[in-house]
């Protein structure tokens, strides 16, 4: 059993999340801005912590992953404002891995999308580069942080139901990259169990392969 903090907590992906890991007897604790949330939250079978991480300090987002044995960065703006955009899914995100260090959590789990890279070819005048930039920025943060990363990037979200099989994918392979939401709370779930995703970016889509195989790889 693990203590794990989901950051984001009551984003579409961790309140799928969270009930994968409170079965197996993972103590969830779901981070989320708006006291409001607490109930959608712990009908999850999480506990509720209302914090907002993109106004804490590094050494006040420590204080509420204290304790935790796993972060999960499921956090996001939502894109449309660029200085939102850049406060939480660039500076906030780096804040909290950051603040995982002082709390002495080893292990991280950054969610991010398939292509996130410095050289991430959108232009400055797309109103995607923002949260592109932002997050190809949070995602070598959490690189040379020396904590136990993994990097999951999912291609574009969806609502369908899981399919417990993906594919592993790169930028260049073209098309859409689909993925379910769903698939991307399981593909986390894994991550946490396969030693040898610690240290990597696992680019992924809806697919063949089950994801405890694709992870294995």
């Known amino acids: 059993m693990s203590n794990v903090t989901i950051i984001g907590g009551h984003g579409k992906v961790a309140l799928l999340l969270a009930?994968?890991?409170?079965?197996?007897?993972?103590?969830v604790t779901s981070v989320v801005r708006n006291p409001d949330h607490r109930?959608?939250?712990?009908?999850?079978?999480?506990?509720?912590?209302?914090?907002?991480?993109?106004?804490?300090?590094?050494?006040?987002?420590?204080?509420?992953l204290r304790g935790a044995d796993v972060v999960v960065w499921s956090a996001g703006a939502g894109g449309g404002d660029p200085e939102r955009t850049w406060a939480v899914d660039r500076d906030a995100a780096m804040r909290t891995v950051d603040a995982a260090k002082?709390?002495?959590?080893?292990?991280?789990?950054m969610v991010s999308f398939v292509g996130?890279?410095?050289?991430?070819?959108?232009?400055?005048?797309?109103?995607?580069?923002?949260?592109?930039?932002?997050?190809a920025d949070a995602d070598d943060h959490v690189r040379a942080s020396g904590l136990d990363w993994t990097i999951v990037a999912p291609g574009a979200l969806t609502l369908d139901e899981p399919t417990g099989s993906i594919d592993l994918v790169t930028p260049d392979d073209g098309g859409e990259h689909k993925t379910s939401r769903a698939n991307v709370a399981?593909?986390?779930?894994?991550?946490?169990?396969?030693?040898?995703t610690v240290g990597t970016m696992i680019e992924f889509a809806d697919g063949d392969t089950p994801i405890?195989?694709?992870?294995?790889?």
């Open 39 to 64: 109930e959608d939250v712990e009908q999850t079978g999480a506990s509720a912590a209302v914090a907002d991480v993109e106004h804490l300090s590094t050494e006040e987002i420590a204080d509420v």
């Open 19 to 27: 009930p994968l890991l409170t079965e197996r007897g993972d103590a």
């Open 212 to 217: 405890a195989e694709a992870l294995a790889r």
């Open 186 to 196: 399981r593909v986390i779930v894994a991550a946490l169990d396969e030693p040898a």
């Open 116 to 135: 996130a890279r410095q050289d991430h070819g959108i232009p400055e005048d797309n109103s995607f580069y923002t949260y592109a930039q932002a997050k």
């Open 102 to 109: 002082q709390a002495g959590v080893r292990r991280f789990v």
